[in-house]
Every structure is written in structure tokens, then in C-alpha cells.
């Protein structure tokens, strides 16, 4: 029984790190789509592509929603705020719960 909870015990540390590396992204894509459009990087060069298109890629899937219920700001792109606190203040806490709840049995 121990070996089953270290492994649940590991496998919501993974997902809690995931989830931590995925805001990273977040902040990522927004400081390279920053500094894109002001001209810091240069797009044309192909490893700066790259990693944009990647950062696009990777994030791109869930800001795509939250744009479509956040009202136009104009330049102004929030939704990268709203998934960062949707994922620190709703799944992590939920996720913690969940853990909590299989390992020291607090259902």
C-alpha cells in the first residue's frame, strides 16, 4: 500500500510541475510576443522562429478560448493573466484536494 501512495504521491508532483512549467510558457510567450512586435528579436531568423512558433503552439490552445470570453482591449492581450490565475488559484488547489483526498484519505 505505501509503494501505491509513493507513486500518487509522485505522479501529482509531475502534475504540479507541469502545471508550474506551463505558466512558464505563458510568461514566455508574452515577453517573446513583446519583444517580436517592438523589434528586440528578429523574426526572420530561423531559431528565434522556432521558438516562437513553438511557444505559440504550446499555448496557444487554451488563451484561444479565454480571448473568445474577454471582451477587445485593443493591443491589449490579458488573457495570459486570466490562464496563469486560473491555474494557480483553481487547478492547483483542486489538484492538492484531489491528492489529499487519495493519500491521507480525506474524502
Known amino acids: 500500500m505505501a509503494v501505491i501512495l509513493t507513486l500518487v504521491n509522485a505522479l501529482f508532483t509531475l502534475l504540479f510541475f507541469a502545471l508550474h512549467l506551463y505558466v512558464w510558457a505563458f510568461i514566455l510567450a508574452a515577453v517573446f510576443s513583446t519583444l517580436a512586435s517592438f523589434g528586440v528579436l528578429d523574426t526572420r531568423n530561423r531559431l528565434v522562429w522556432a521558438v516562437g512558433d513553438f511557444l505559440y503552439h504550446i499555448t496557444e490552445p ?10 477587445n482591449f485593443g493591443a491589449i492581450d490579458i488573457s495570459p493573466v486570466v490562464a496563469i490565475a486560473v491555474i494557480e488559484l483553481v487547478v492547483v488547489p483542486v489538484l492538492g484536494a484531489v491528492r489529499n483526498g487519495i493519500v491521507f484519505g480525506l474524502w
Open 62 to 71: 487554451v488563451l484561444r478560448p479565454i480571448r473568445g470570453i474577454l471582451p
